[in-house]
């Protein structure tokens, strides 16, 4: 099966500092996602990466970086955390498929809050 | 562009009753189609998929789902609600289009009553 572990189940951070998110892969995937969820909102692309050193912009990276360096790995960035970055981050991955015809696998959620 | 609908954000049925979790989707391109379920402080499962073929899907947990082109409609049904169903239903839609982006639907919270 496949297992992306993300670092922390559970963070509490305060507002102005520079936070990370740690997500990691075990299935050689080459695409990585980066969702927030917010009741009401379903799920929002905030970052993707097709491959090592790629990024691409979802519908919501303000306030966001990410960084892959290594395959296994895609890191999400607050910057500079806000309070209305409070939310549940989910991290996700899925193989090379032909236009999107592979689901993707999730972790099971990092719950952030800003104080 | 490729988005979901999913109409009813909180459903409620009985345990042993027809569970039906509504999605609508809108794509310029063949879709392909996608339910997930989240249970309480974890991440989304795949319940089952639609990529080509039959267009009746089964899935995990006597979930299943049928692709209806007309009605651009991909509704999940079980019989029998159990218990252990109560979680929240995510409809998700991608296309060739799209690379491997994901557009998720609101998401439907299912209530199964004793």
């Known amino acids: 099966d496949v297992k992306v572990t993300q670092s922390s189940r559970y963070l509490v951070k305060r507002t102005g500092e520079k936070v990370f998110l740690e997500c990691v892969q075990d299935m050689d995937h080459e695409n990585m996602f980066w969702y927030r969820q917010d009741p009401g909102l379903g799920l929002r692309l905030i970052y993707f990466s097709y491959d090592v050193k790629m990024k691409e912009k979802g519908d919501i990276p303000e306030g966001y970086s990410v960084s892959r360096e290594k395959k296994e790995r895609f890191s999400l960035i607050l910057e500079s955390a806000s309070t209305n970055q409070t939310s549940m981050y989910l991290c996700?991955?899925?193989?090379?498929?032909?236009?999107?015809?592979?689901?993707?696998?999730f972790g099971d959620g990092t719950r952030l809050s800003i104080l | 562009a490729q988005s979901v609908t999913q109409l009813g954000s909180h459903v409620s049925v009985s345990e042993g009753a027809l569970v039906l979790l509504r999605c609508n989707y809108s794509s310029s391109v063949p879709p392909y189609l996608f339910w997930y379920v989240q249970y309480p402080n974890q991440g989304l499962q795949l319940l089952l998929k639609?990529?080509?073929?039959?267009?009746l899907v089964k899935g995990i947990n006597g979930f299943e789902a049928e692709f209806k082109k007309s009605e651009t409609s991909f509704h999940l049904t079980k019989p029998s609600a159990h218990m252990s169903d109560a979680a929240e239903y995510f409809c998700?839609?991608?296309?060739?289009?799209?690379?491997?982006?994901?557009?998720f639907g609101t998401g439907t919270s299912l209530t199964v009553i004793p």
């Open positions: 639609y990529t080509t073929g039959a267009t």
């Open positions: 998700a839609v991608t296309g060739s289009n799209t690379g491997n982006q994901f557009y």
């Open positions: 996700a991955s899925s193989p090379l498929g032909r236009g999107g015809n592979q689901p993707q696998h």
